[in-house]
């Protein structure tokens, strides 16, 4: 019975400590949020002054050159804007499904590839040499075969949007299951799990961070390999009109659709940060937690 007060104490001792790293993960989540929305204010300033700023400092001409007010009375105050968002939508949806499509295609590649590497270090020593050479190699140069091989359709546009996020992604995976703690490996060598149990239960949560990281990446390579696609192969979406503007010398057009799609890759660059910043925060991994 004279244990029961120590008891007590101990237990409300834990509870006062899961209360306050609670509330520490939740401050270091608002932070991470606030941060996250701040970079994403600053760099949108940041781009446009340099953009208003490059065409001032250049002296380029009005007629080719379209600063940020030019594009935002094309979209929004000209009589006609409501036809030109319409025909930009259109050609956005398009560019976003060969994006998304790429973007998917890509990731779990180069997830299954990674765990692949850590499950056989000998498979990883034979061809992450073999894919940081293909990495070098420009996509365009891989563009003929490919539409020789796949044609201009779905599976071109997964092909070559797969390509542009596979690389950076598998390296940035594969470096963050190889990143596991050796102690936490031999722990649970030790009570009898395999390969597959250390990978789920140490290798994946530790390798959390660098997966969002290979997110982050993915998502503007995934729009930038959509892009390749319909200008090289497809001829849809915004890729694939941007050339007819250029020779029609509808450079207003032009200007918009190359903002808009930059708008987007910035807004979901940042989402993923936002997404990133909250996941780790809860699990204790943001660096904001003290500990």
Do not use: C
Not at 156 to 176: E, Q, R
Not at 256 to 264: C, F, I, M
């Amino acid at each position: 019975m004279t244990d029961a007060p120590a008891v007590i104490i101990d237990t409300r001792q834990s509870v006062d400590l899961a209360a306050a790293v609670r509330a520490e993960s939740r401050r270091a989540t608002q932070r991470a949020l606030l941060t996250s929305l701040g970079t994403f204010a600053g760099t949108l300033l940041t781009v446009l002054v340099l953009w208003q700023g490059a065409i001032i400092v250049f002296d380029l001409s009005p007629y080719v050159a379209k600063g940020p007010v030019d594009v935002w009375r094309f979209l929004v105050s000209d009589p006609e804007s409501a036809a030109h968002r319409s025909e930009l939508g259109a050609n956005l949806a398009i560019t976003m499904r060969d994006a998304t499509i790429g973007f998917v295609a890509g990731l779990l590649a180069a997830v299954l590839i990674a765990v692949v590497f850590q499950l056989s270090k000998g498979v990883e020593a034979a061809l992450m040499p073999v894919a940081l050479l293909l990495r070098t190699v420009p996509l365009i140069a891989f563009a003929p075969v490919i539409i020789l091989i796949f044609g201009r359709g779905f599976v071109t546009t997964a092909v070559m949007g797969g390509i542009v996020v596979l690389f950076p992604a598998l390296v940035t995976i594969a470096y963050g299951l190889s990143s596991a703690s050796p102690q936490m490996l031999d722990v649970v060598k030790v009570y009898g799990g395999g390969s597959v149990t250390a990978l789920r239960r140490v290798a994946f949560p530790a390798s959390l961070p660098a997966f969002f990281a290979a997110v982050r990446i993915s998502v503007p390579g995934a729009i930038t390999g959509a892009l390749l696609a319909e200008w090289l192969a497809t001829g849809g979406g915004i890729g694939g009109v941007i050339n007819g503007y250029y020779a029609q010398a509808r450079f207003n057009d032009m200007w918009a659709a190359v903002v808009v799609v930059t708008g987007v890759s910035l807004i979901l660059y940042n989402l993923v940060a936002i997404l990133e910043s909250t996941v780790l925060a809860r699990m204790g991994m943001h660096p904001d937690i003290r500990t």
